[in-house]
């Protein structure tokens, strides 16, 4: 293959093929993401194309407005909206890792487990453990009657501790 893209100065049909098909699951992975985290990912003129194919409802104009941004982005350096798309998808992945991890402490906090207090005050050195106990007796009666005030709080104390220690 690589013999005959050689010989004839330019990839292959199936190759460019290949190419555009790669750019379009790209866009349409674009696509997906938010107003905010369009913002802090690509460029300008991109993210522009990408909001108008957002508001776009109709079938087949979103396909074209697609194919518009294929063949924008086949002009333009392949690799950077690929490696911009890479980069959220990663910092989105350790965010959410973060979120279940206090989830889960929340949760093994609620039902007492000593290696959850252990892990507590070993990971937060900071935490004040008397407002954490007490939040988490409070969640605990809150349960049985329906209430989550307590609940939500224990998460919001938990998340500023993981804060603070990044």
């Known amino acids: 293959m690589d013999q005959r893209n050689e010989e004839y100065g330019r990839p292959s049909k199936s190759q460019r093929k290949r190419e555009m098909s790669e750019l379009l699951s790209t866009v349409k992975e674009l696509e997906l993401l938010s107003l905010k985290e369009l913002e802090t990912s690509i460029d300008?003129?991109?993210k522009q194309k990408i909001l108008e194919l957002q508001r776009i409802n109709k079938g087949s104009a979103k396909k074209r407005q697609r194919q518009h941004i294929v063949k924008f982005l086949s002009k333009?350096?392949?690799?950077?909206?690929?490696?911009?798309?890479?980069?959220?998808?990663?910092?989105?992945?350790?965010?959410?890792?973060k979120f279940h991890e206090i989830e889960t402490l929340r949760e093994r906090l609620l039902i007492k487990q000593e290696k959850a207090f252990e892990y507590l005050k070993e990971s937060y050195p900071s935490i004040d453990m008397k407002k954490i106990k007490s939040l988490i007796d409070l969640a605990q009666q809150e349960d049985k009657h329906g209430n989550r005030t307590h609940y939500k709080e224990l998460f919001k104390v938990l998340r500023r501790?993981?804060?603070s220690v990044l």
């Open 44 to 46: 300008q003129e991109l």
């Open 161 to 163: 501790a993981q804060q």
């Open 76 to 97: 333009q350096d392949k690799s950077f909206a690929r490696e911009d798309l890479d980069k959220l998808k990663t910092s989105k992945m350790t965010k959410n890792q």
